[in-house]
Structures are given as structure tokens and as C-alpha cells.
């Protein structure tokens, strides 16, 4: 049975223990958040022990690997503890809020030997997932264009809106499309991008727009934002010279259009991404395979979404 401890009790942390509780040969042992004082949280199944230091709950014997769901600030120094400790890792992204820490970080689990994965969670996405399986299959021909957006409601924790601390909605939100476009192109050649800034974040409001050239006439675009809404609504829109793929907020299928007229729909399973993330950690660990989205991964996503920070003269 693999003991989980959770650092982080916020909007993440719940959803990864929900995700925890169904995931078989796991149970959630323990908990930690600073906001929280010791004793029970109810849990998704079962009462979980809340511990009153971060500390205590890395070093229990009670836990053997940690999921931190922190801010991505403390990032460093929770994955620091968990070295000393010797116990893997499942670390939310961003890996961490600045490029030093990232960098630290992979220092850190390389010299203790440490297995740490990287919630990049849009890869289990079963719409992105298959669209990946479908830009890889060529039927799409060859990349002209990507189109995508990422809107969710406003954050309800204050420290979101410091942005020493989130890095806006971009880092926090975009660095998932981001992701997936590093994971189905590559990297790109050059960014442009306009943010909304700190200013426009200290008031609750944050956006951004990027735009990344991938070469060879290949451009891609993402719109981010916390907005005053209800739910996420997404955009993911890819052209070929051949046809052309999308997928927008509420149906589960993904919609290929040929250039011949001929239309493809392809109906998505209703899987939970992030059970089938946090089984895939599980499924490495206990196999000694690679992490399924290692250190390199999540750092290279990170110094992208700070890139488009920096083109934007937010960084």
C-alpha cells in the first residue's frame, strides 16, 4: 500500500486527494496546510490526519511519498525536506516560481537519487491526449496553425494575486497550454506576448496573450485569463495543410475536418486526468521506470512560460 502525504490543502490539494482516494493501492496518510491547525479533515473517504508542520509530515514514518500542492514558492524548500527524507515526490506545476529554484530543485533530487514527477495534468486530458495521438499520426499533414485558450474563474485565494508569488495567471494557468504545445512541437523559435501585469493582477484581474513561432510557418496562439465566470471554458484548434482538429469546452469529441469536406468525429472517454496522472506516479515508482513527466520536462515548460513573461515585460 503506498502512504501519500498531501502538502497543500487548497483547491489542488483536495482534488489530488479525491484522486488519491480511488486510485488502488493507495491511501491518503496525512495532510499539511499552514491555515490549517492539527487534528482530522474529513477526507473524500476516510478521516485524514492533519500534521502541524510540514516538517513532522515529511519525516513520518506513516508516509512514504509526498504530493506537494503547495504555492509554487515553497516548492523548493518542501522538495529540499523531502530529500533529506529520501521520499519521492509528485510536485504540482509550475516546478517552481522562478528559474533558481527550478534549477535547485533538480540539483537537489539529482544529488539524493530522488524520483520526482511533474503535475503537467493536460497531457491526461483525454482530448489533448488524443489530439497529440492525432497531429503524430499525420493526418493533419503538415502545421500551419494552433489556436488555444484557457479561461477559469477568478482565484479565491489572496496569494494568487501577488505576483511574486503566482506569477499571474500565466504561469499558474498558461504554463498548462504551454505544455502541451512543447509536448506535441517542441520548443518554439522565439515568443511575443502581452500580459496584463501586476498592476491589473493586485485588482483581480489577469490576461494574457501569447503568440510562439515554431518555424517553418508554424505559429501557434494562447489567450489566458482568471475571469468572472462560472467553470473553465477552452479553445484547442489545430491546422494542417490537410485538415484541421478542434475541440471546444463542453463536448466530449474531438472534430476533424479534411480538406476534401469529410468530417471526423472522435468521442472522448470521461476519465478523471488526474487519477490517471497520480496512477501513472504510482505505476513508475513502483516499476523503476522514468517519471512519466520528469524534472527536464516541467523545467522546460517553466522556462517557457517565463519566457512569454519576460517578452511580455512582466517577469
Known amino acids: 500500500m503506498?502512504?501519500?502525504?498531501i502538502l497543500g490543502m487548497g483547491a489542488m490539494g483536495r482534488e489530488h486527494a479525491r484522486a488519491w482516494s480511488r486510485i488502488p493501492g493507495a491511501v491518503l496518510a496525512g495532510a499539511h496546510d499552514p491555515l490549517a491547525g492539527p487534528g482530522e479533515w474529513p477526507g473524500p473517504a476516510a478521516p485524514v490526519r492533519l500534521f502541524k508542520e510540514a516538517r513532522e509530515l515529511v519525516e513520518s514514518r506513516e508516509v512514504d511519498v509526498l504530493d506537494i500542492c503547495a504555492p509554487p514558492g515553497e516548492h523548493l524548500s518542501l522538495v529540499l525536506l523531502a530529500c533529506r527524507a529520501g521520499k519521492p515526490v509528485f510536485c504540482e506545476k509550475p516546478l517552481a516560481r522562478d528559474l533558481a529554484?527550478?534549477?535547485a530543485i533538480r540539483h537537489a533530487a539529482r544529488e539524493a537519487g530522488l524520483p520526482l514527477m511533474v503535475g503537467q495534468v493536460l497531457r491526461y486530458f483525454p482530448a489533448y491526449a488524443e489530439a497529440r495521438r492525432t497531429v503524430e499520426s499525420g493526418i493533419l499533414g503538415k502545421a500551419r496553425s494552433a489556436r488555444l485558450a484557457r479561461l477559469v474563474p477568478r482565484p479565491r485565494a489572496d496569494w494568487y494575486f501577488d505576483f511574486e508569488k503566482s506569477g499571474g495567471c500565466l504561469l499558474d494557468t498558461g504554463i498548462h497550454d504551454l505544455d502541451f504545445l512543447r509536448w506535441t512541437f517542441g520548443n518554439p523559435l522565439a515568443v511575443s506576448c502581452r500580459a496584463g501585469g501586476p498592476s491589473e493582477l493586485?485588482?483581480?484581474?489577469?490576461?494574457?496573450?501569447?503568440?510562439?513561432?515554431?518555424?517553418?510557418?508554424?505559429?501557434?496562439?494562447l489567450e489566458v485569463a482568471w475571469a468572472d465566470q462560472?467553470?473553465?471554458?477552452?479553445?484547442?484548434?489545430?491546422?494542417?495543410?490537410r485538415a484541421r482538429l478542434a475541440c471546444l469546452s463542453g463536448p466530449a469529441a474531438l472534430e476533424i475536418r479534411f480538406a476534401d469536406g469529410r468530417v471526423e468525429r472522435r468521442d472522448l472517454p470521461g476519465e478523471d486526468p488526474f487519477e490517471l496522472e497520480l496512477a501513472d506516479f504510482k505505476r513508475a515508482l513502483e516499476s523503476g521506470e522514468e517519471m512519466p513527466v520528469g524534472i527536464e520536462e516541467g523545467l522546460a515548460s517553466l522556462r517557457l512560460a517565463l519566457d512569454c513573461l519576460r517578452a511580455a515585460g512582466t517577469a
Not at 493586485?202 to 496562439?221: H, T, V
Open 230 to 241: 462560472e467553470g473553465i471554458a477552452t479553445r484547442l484548434e489545430l491546422e494542417g495543410d
Open 101 to 103: 529554484s527550478a534549477l
Open 2 to 5: 503506498l502512504r501519500v502525504g
Open 202 to 221: 493586485a485588482r483581480g484581474r489577469d490576461w494574457a496573450r501569447a503568440g510562439l513561432d515554431f518555424g517553418g510557418g508554424f505559429r501557434a496562439e
